[in-house]
T-cell receptor, first 113, second 115 residues
Framework: EPEVTQTPSHQVTQMGQEVILRCVPISNHLYFYWYRQILGQKVEFLVSFYNNEISEKSEIFDDQFSVERPDGSNFTLKIRSTKLEDSAMYFC???????????FGPGTRLLVL | AQKVTQAQTEISVVEKEDVTLDCVYETRDTTYYLFWYKQPPSGELVFLIRRNSFDEQNEISGRYSWNFQKSTSSFNFTITASQVVDSAVYFCALIPLNRDDKIIFGKGTRLHILP
């Protein structure tokens, strides 16, 4: 069964460093998303992406964040200068053209020290 | 406002008992989808069910059942004959289709099934 994959599963970084989180959505999916979950809290929407551009972004998704689909398979989230409060689980999700269900990857747990 | 409320923060039941997780939602939109996701201790989000706003039929899948009541804006989830493997955080979620398709999650209910 096709699934969304994410790498790395865990990342530890120093405050102020740049991180890139990678996702490989399900192959025939066209809509891509990033969500984050601060430890013990609910899952929050960050950004949606379709047709090579951002469809919508939340207040959390400020200038420190960017997304890219560098090739036909990867979808990345970059945090330019990480802050302590960026520590969270980051989930990638994708869905197909006629599907309403977003399928989530296993997440990347980011720890900023 | 678009909102999902899961009033039960944490529930503990003994294995084989039935348990119901409550979900109440708010939306001005007439067309929307409701979801339940499971987050086991390993952390991933597992899709369980999607229900659209036009379909109020209840659904049963094995030990899982869902009760959607539009009149009370509720979408409750029942696990029958619970098992230890059901221990997880369960999230109810909403997508108001008339606006966008970002998922609005509730805060989750942490379910402990005790052996």
């Amino acid at each position: 069964e096709p699934e969304v994959t994410q790498t790395p599963s865990h990342q530890v970084t120093q405050m102020g460093q740049e991180v890139i989180l990678r996702c490989v959505p399900i192959s025939n999916h066209l809509y891509f998303y990033w969500y984050r979950q601060i430890l013990g809290q609910k899952v929050e929407f960050l950004v949606s992406f379709y047709n090579n551009e951002i469809s919508e972004k939340s207040e959390i998704f400020d200038d420190q964040f960017s997304v890219e689909r560098p090739d036909g398979s990867n979808f990345t989230l970059k945090i330019r200068s990480t802050k302590l409060e960026d520590s969270a689980m980051y989930f990638c999700a994708s869905r197909g053209q006629r599907q309403e269900t977003q399928y989530f990857g296993p997440g990347t747990r980011l720890l900023v020290l | 406002a678009q909102k999902v409320t899961q009033a039960q923060t944490e529930i503990s039941v003994v294995e084989k008992e039935d348990v119901t997780l409550d979900c109440v939602y708010e939306t001005r939109d007439t067309t929307y989808y409701l979801f339940w996701y499971k987050q086991p201790p390993s952390g991933e989000l597992v899709f369980l069910i999607r229900r659209n706003s036009f379909d109020e039929q209840n659904e049963i899948s094995g030990r899982y059942s869902w009760n959607f009541q539009k009149s009370t804006s509720s979408f409750n989830f029942t696990i029958t004959a619970s098992q230890v493997v059901d221990s997880a955080v369960y999230f109810c979620a909403l997508i108001p289709l008339n606006r966008d398709d970002k998922i609005i999650f509730g805060k989750g209910t942490r379910l402990h099934i005790l052996p």
